[in-house]
T-cell receptor
């Protein structure tokens, strides 16, 4: 069975400092992995996706994630946090094994950015 | 705006009433997914359609829930005899998967804004 584990339910950083949101995955297939962001009262927005073309994936708004097969991790990073980054972040694996491609979401990490 | 719309955006109902939500996916997308998100949790899969065929239902989908996608375009999700535990955000997403079973854009799903249901 495929799954993702987000290791921190809450992360607080100061504006201008780096962001690290951690995600570990479990998958019997070469995984399809995504990071989504959800701002309050807004829909889910795709930040980036791992497509196996490159292990370092660049997304929108300066976010990046590195796929590490040996560590089964797909951590999300940003060099410098901005106040507008405060939101809920979800790590997602797509269920390719069953052919449904349904999304399996982590429990989310709430990012707080301090002025 | 992802191109996926949902209606209504908010629904308040009394326990025991029936409610119906609608999702309009991106027009060329052949797959449509429904998810439910409760407060403080990640979304959970409910069901999905390939064109008009409903191919999988989660065990979360009790027999009070029914979903349709009559012409392979829009979809409806109906909840009968609502309970307070049904209060949640209901999310719809669409994607394009090739008929041969391959993957287009790694099945990136495009989400609608959601329908927030409150059962009093």
């Amino acid at each position: 069975a495929q799954s993702v584990t987000q290791l921190d339910s809450h992360v607080s950083v100061s504006e201008g400092t780096p962001v690290l949101l951690r995600c570990n995955y479990s998958s019997s297939y070469s995984p399809s992995l995504f990071w989504y962001v959800q701002h309050p009262n807004k829909g889910l927005q795709l930040l980036l996706k791992y497509t196996s073309a490159a292990t370092l994936v660049k997304g929108i708004n300066g976010f990046e994630a590195e796929f590490k097969k040996s560590e089964t991790s797909f951590h999300l990073t940003k060099p410098s946090a901005h106040m507008s980054d405060a939101a809920e972040y979800f790590c997602v694996v797509s269920d390719r094994a069953s052919g449904t491609y349904k999304y399996i979401f982590g429990t989310g990490t709430r990012l707080k950015v301090l002025a | 705006d992802t191109g996926v719309s949902q209606d209504p955006r908010h629904k308040i109902t009394k326990r025991g009433q029936n409610v119906t939500f609608r999702c309009d996916p991106i027009s060329e997308h052949n797959r449509l997914y429904w998810y439910r998100q409760t407060l403080g949790q990640g979304p959970e899969f409910l069901t999905y359609f390939q064109n008009e065929a409903q191919l999988e239902k989660s065990r979360l989908l009790s027999n009070r829930f029914s979903a349709e996608r009559p012409k392979g375009s829009f979809s409806t999700l109906e909840i009968q005899r609502t309970e307070q535990g049904d209060s949640a955000m209901y999310l719809c997403a669409s994607s394009l998967v090739s008929p041969g079973g391959g993957v287009t854009s790694y099945n990136e799903q495009f989400f609608g804004p959601g329908t927030r249901l409150t059962v009093l």
